[in-house]
């Protein structure tokens, strides 16, 4: 599976980097990098390494659980390899925006596959908003997780006073719905027409 591919080589990535300064520096988003340098292969391989192995745990967890459906959906239309595709592209369009806002800032790094696994995230909760995720080990149904974490992304991302991302969260949530909903219109009703018929399982 695509997913499980994924997961490894972000793995294996991360782990060789945690120990090589030089690999790290290198896959890291850097603007002047891209700017100076036009690496723009930056905009992906951020996506590859980690900050420590709680980020990397994360990140690949959510991955596994919810990667799998998404992939096996995806797959009826564009393939296993369009899956591929979308959580790479993913990485794009969920880092542009920081990119472009901080293109002149030498100060400035991310790293990370959050975007990514927002937009494979949020596409499942399009897909199935009452199913529960346990957060902390405590059920919440997706749709009600979904919201909680568009908004507290969306406040920290204006009080910008820890080093994480938020930005990334947000674009990449917006990427897999919009994504969904183009590659299967018909998503849009049933996700409508199930927020007023709650199945939790």
Do not use: C, K
């Amino acid at each position: 599976m695509v997913t499980l591919a994924l997961i490894a080589i972000t793995v294996l990535v991360s782990w060789m980097a945690f120990g090589n300064p030089r690999l790290l520096d290198r896959l890291i988003l850097w603007p002047p990098a891209i700017q100076r340098h036009h690496q723009y292969d930056r905009l992906v391989t951020h996506g590859f390494i980690h900050a420590d192995l709680q980020h990397l745990l994360f990140n690949m967890i959510t991955l596994y659980f919810f990667g799998r459906l998404i992939e096996g959906f995806f797959a009826q239309y564009i393939g296993h390899v369009g899956f591929a595709l979308f959580y790479l592209s993913a990485l794009v369009v969920a880092i542009l925006p920081t990119y472009l806002n901080h293109r002149n800032d030498a100060g400035y790094r991310s790293l990370g596959a959050s975007g990514a696994v927002s937009a494979v995230l949020f596409a499942f909760i399009l897909l199935r908003p009452w199913s529960l995720i346990y957060v902390f080990f405590l059920p919440l149904p997706a749709i009600v997780y979904g919201v909680m974490y568009a908004g507290y992304s969306i406040w920290m991302d204006r009080q910008g006073h820890d080093n994480v991302n938020h930005s990334a969260h947000l674009w990449g949530a917006a990427y897999g719905v919009l994504f969904t909903l183009l590659l299967e219109p018909r998503v849009g009703p049933a996700f409508l027409q199930g927020l007023f018929s709650p199945s939790f399982g």
